[in-house]
């Protein structure tokens, strides 16, 4: 055997294994194909999509009505301008957060100022 010879028998092996890492890498890109395309593709029906709007529209309404009675409620406790001051002066908040806890605790001072530290 030639010097020539065991060259292009070292070489053919070079080729030889540079041909079964893409064999390798094959298989898992198959693996890879048959998980991705296991999604199943279906049609949104215009009924469901008009549902689903409605439901939310609904919920909304509701969120806004129970809001506009909170307020409705808050407005009516009674607080004394007093309290809002000391609540404005202790916590440096403004003058409306401090009404709206106040009112919120039914004019309890105490509780307020609770609410406000923790």
């Not at 009924?47 to 506009?68: F, M, T, Y």
């Not at 440096?92 to 406000?116: S, W, Y």
């Amino acid at each position: 055997m030639s010097a020539e010879e065991e060259i292009t028998e070292t070489n053919g092996d070079e080729s030889g294994n540079k041909a079964k890492k893409p064999g390798k890498y094959d298989s898992s890109a198959a693996d890879l194909e048959k998980v991705t395309d296991f999604v199943e593709e279906t049609e949104i029906a215009p009924q469901d999509i008009g549902e689903a709007i409605r439901v939310a529209n609904d919920e909304n309404q509701k969120l806004s009505v129970a809001k506009k009675e909170m307020e409705k409620e808050l407005s009516k406790v009674k607080i004394t301008k007093e309290d809002v001051d000391l609540i404005v002066h202790e916590m440096e908040i403004t003058r409306n957060l401090a009404e709206r806890k106040l009112r919120e605790h039914r004019g309890n001072v105490v509780e307020a100022l609770i609410e406000l530290t923790n």
